[in-house]
């Protein structure tokens, strides 16, 4: 890993005392370049949502129309209403524009806004996925952490194992599972646990709400975690793997330090930087799991709005959620990254 | 010449077989993917299309397991066991297409990033880069349901959402194989890029790229049910759409667990035995993972 | 008075192919003030040994013979007193040039590190020794809140040597110190570490395949191969006018600066050190030896007097000194 700063020895460096003290600079150079490319990277995601969208293959007001009966005068009138009677330069410049100002578009299914839908969704794709998250990454970096530790024994194996299964399982399917087995109950077995929604229909105020929707949370959560959790751990085990046959955990136990402190002040945190960086780079995976865990248990949230797009079809609902799931993607990617370059003093000066 | 390079190659596949049999995750993998393929290849000599008829289902509706329906019917009383059989030929096909597809791209890609220098690299990268951050699975609905539900659009969609870390992958390793000194033999001797890149990087990264087809494949199943899950499918019998089916159906309110379970286990165990080949293929070429796995 | 002693010391790692022997009975002896030069290839066991000294060897490897440090059995201490042991009494010096830094933690908390956990200094007390030590190995006192990777592998490796200090121990283990620097910056760590063990009187034992580096630093010289001790002696004896024929090709492996015979006689050793799950009968070196005869693939060497003070474990040194 530090091999590439090593390639030349400056020899006058190695003088010693006379040296002089290095100025610090480049974080915020590179935080720029980052963001630079993030924004670029989201313009590409613009661009090529309004192509995608176009290649629809078809009409699309007929498509919108779903076959309903309308006549060729609405249909124009309808054409001229979302303005496909421009030209395809004039839309692009419209639908860039409108973009822009955050306008998404009126969703054909809801007739709403599709930023206000939007709105209203977020809150519980953030608290379902949001938890869920730090639950897996929790769960995944000890479990991993003491799989990577005794590697090779009865507790990594099985580890492994678990997880190997898991990585190989659809969500949707474990989702299905444990909805039949905690939500419905399997034959004389009742089920405990609510699966359809957030809340109940007669939902308590106060303090009871919380633990309405903490009960409905439940399944949604456990889904999620059980499928990405897996990952984490497999990434932690093997950065672990991959410092504690560095030299320096092998200094640090002829200090003395005891293997508990070796592991927690030498191995762990080093471990960490990069399992973390590489949580926050597969984001997306945790997007694409919570488009289903909210399908499967019809959570409220972004992923179900995205769900009922598709169904429908609902493009204008579909596009909008497509771009701003994307762009929240790319922008926690390049948060990871500058975060990652401030903690990691090995990429900082590099 | 040749054969003498033909007489390498053959040496070095049997050590490459001696070394995968210790491998016996990745050997059980091989043999019930071995079975799995034959099952669905043969699978018109036996049964056909009419298992997935409605019209003339054979059974009761929601029937459970029984000796004429070892795992029961669904919700119009076909055989679970047998549509899952016939299942497996679109999940299984599309997994291979999807990957085959992924993996070209990724290839080209990848090794023409590699191999060529300067802007065409920077491009390309910058491109891959770009895919790679997409979160995959949204972008392989929104395609698929734009196109149309059909095999080929399925396909192209997880193929299209897939490549990066392929070409990822290829890059590195046009980057370490053309770094050794025959290559820049091979360039004085006047070996232009096509040469190069066809005759040297792509034998020495061909091994490589069969373990990430095999793990591609995997994850190219999973997806594929998903998406017929989330309402995308080609509209032919597939694990994911009998999945769906047992969803839309309400099979678990019905009680009809083997209606949920059968299909995600035959997509559990095969995408386990394409992953575990796939491990142990990897194991077997790089030795440093070979002690970390 | 004798500060180190190994006695018939042997490593086995043990592991799925069956087990591996690295090291087959050394007995060395290492008094008070002076320095062992231990030389080999890679695989020859020497590593081992070192890690084998503070029990710093993997789970997998199972240790016989003794070491006494200081008169007590490092082999049968509680992990209590071994712990205590470490670093306090004995430190080691590793390749800091490569990865004996921890990337991510400044090289100032790295050598307060052992203070801190052997009790000897609270955290004021700690930052003060590093600045005495860092100044000790001719580095400025702001370097203690560099990371590795702002230093040069020269700096690093006197961060290292710095951190070998901190507790002053009476033994120091450099395990080959010098390899991956610049010929220079070798000669000024070498130079550093001569200073350091004399000044304060600590023992040292160097590992190196450099048999060179090992004759300017050391007093006594032991030669390892396969496992095994082949040649001993005073280090100029063994350099200069070595005994066993492997003890020849390494030390002509490495032209002596400013010796025209070293450059014209640059003989490297055919063949690969043999693998150690398969070693020949006999004589081990016997298959790469050039003056080996017929009998030494049966015959079992072991060190033989071959001079005042000094043993090889050669046919030809039994028949020479045998004669005389």
Known sequence: MTAPLEAAEPAVQAAGPGDERPVRRGTLQYALSKVGGALFSIAMVIVATFFVFRL??????????????????????????????????????????????????????????????????????????????????????????????????????????????????????????????????????????????????????????????????????????????????????????????????????????????????????????????????????????????????????????????????????????????TVAVIIMNTLADVVYHLLDPRVRSA | MTSVAAARRRQALSRFWADFRRHRAGLAGLVVLVAAV?????????????????????????????????????????????????????????????????????????????????????????????????????????????????????????????????????????LAVEARPYIERSKALGGGH?????????????????ASTTLEVASAIVTESTLAFLGVSSNKTSWGTMLRGSYDYGAATQGAWWYILIPGLAILVVVMAFTLVGRALEAVLNPRLRKAT | MTLLELDDLSVTYRIAAGEVPAVRGVSLTLDSGAALGVAGESGSGKSTLAMALLRLLPRDARVGGRILLGGEDVLTMKWGRMRAVRWAEASIVFQGAQHGLNPVRRVGDQIAEPLLVHGQARPEAARKRVSELLEQVGL????????????????????????????????????????????????????????????????????SHDLSVLADVCDQLAVMYAGRVVEHGPSGEVFHDARHPYSRALAAAFPTVGDPASRMAPKGLGGDPPDPMRLPGGCAFHPRCPVALEECASLDVALWLAGPGRTAACVHVREKEGAS
């Open chain 2, 194 to 210: 096509w040469h190069i890149t066809t005759r040297h990087v792509l034998p020495n990264v061909a091994p490589l790229l069969l």
């Open chain 3, 140 to 207: 400025p006192t702001w370097r203690a809140r560099s990371y590795p990777h702002e230093l040069s592998g020269g700096q690093r490796q006197r961060v290292m040597i710095a951190m070998a200090l901190a507790c002053s121990p009476r033994l120091i283990i450099a395990d080959e110190p010098t390899t991956a620097l610049d010929v220079m910056v070798q000669a000024q760590v070498l130079t550093l570490i001569k200073e350091l063990v004399a000044e304060h009187d600590i023992s040292l034992l160097m590992i």
């Open chain 2, 38 to 174: 034959l099952l669905a290849v043969f699978a018109p000599l036996f049964i056909d299309d009419s298992v997935t008829s409605v019209v003339d289902a054979p059974g009761e509706e929601w029937s459970g397991p029984s000796l004429a329906f070892p795992f029961g019917t669904d919700e119009s009383g076909r055989s679970i066991l047998l549509m899952v059989w016939w299942g497996s030929r679109t999940s299984l096909l599309i997994g291979f297409l999807a990957a085959l597809v992924s993996i070209v791209i990724g290839m080209v890609v990848g090794i023409a990033a590699g191999h060529f220098r300067g802007w065409l690299s920077a491009v390309l990268m910058r491109v891959t880069d770009w895919f790679l951050v997409l979160p995959s699975m949204v972008t392989a609905l929104v395609l698929a349901a734009i196109l149309g539900g059909s095999t080929f659009t399925i396909i192209m969609a997880i193929g299209i959402t897939t490549w990066p870390s392929t070409a990822r992958l290829l890059r590195a390793q046009t």
């Open chain 1, 56 to 325: 629809l293959p078809g009409d699309p007001v007929r498509n919108l129309a779903q076959g309903r009966n309308m006549t060729p005068a609405q249909l124009d009138l309808e054409r001229h209403r979302l303005g496909l009677d421009k030209p395809l330069i004039n839309q692009f410049f419209d639908f860039v524009g409108n973009t822009l100002r955050l306008d998404l578009g009126t969703s054909y299914e809801y007739k709403r806004p599709v930023l206000d839908l939007i709105g209203e969704r977020i809150g519980p794709t953030l608290l379902l996925a949001g938890t869920g998250l730090v639950i897996a990454v929790s769960l995944g970096v000890w479990q991993g952490t003491r799989a990577g530790w005794r590697h090779g024994g009865r507790f990594d194996r099985f580890s492994t194992g678990t997880s190997l299964v898991l990585w190989s399982v659809p969500t949707f399917w474990l989702g299905l599972l444990l909805m039949m087995v905690f939500g419905v109950g399997i034959g004389p077995i009742p089920g405990v646990l609510p699966f359809r929604g957030i809340e109940s229909v007669d939902a308590p105020d106060g303090f009871a709400y919380l633990l309405d929707v903490a009960s409905h949370m439940v399944l949604p959560c456990l889904t999620m975690v059980a499928v990405i959790y897996a990952q984490y751990l497999l990434v932690m085990r093997s950065s672990l793997l991959e410092e504690v046959s560095q030299d320096y955990v092998t200094v640090a136990r002829a200090k003395g330090l005891r293997d508990d402190e070796v592991r927690r002040r030498h191995a762990v945190p080093n471990a960490l930087l990069p399992t973390v960086t590489l949580v926050f780079m597969r984001i997306g995976f945790v997007v694409g799991g919570a488009v289903t865990v909210e399908t499967i248990y019809t959570w409220p949230g972004l992923g179900q709005l995205f769900y009922e797009a598709i169904v429908v079809p609902d493009f204008t609902l579909m596009q909008g959620t497509f771009m701003l799931i």
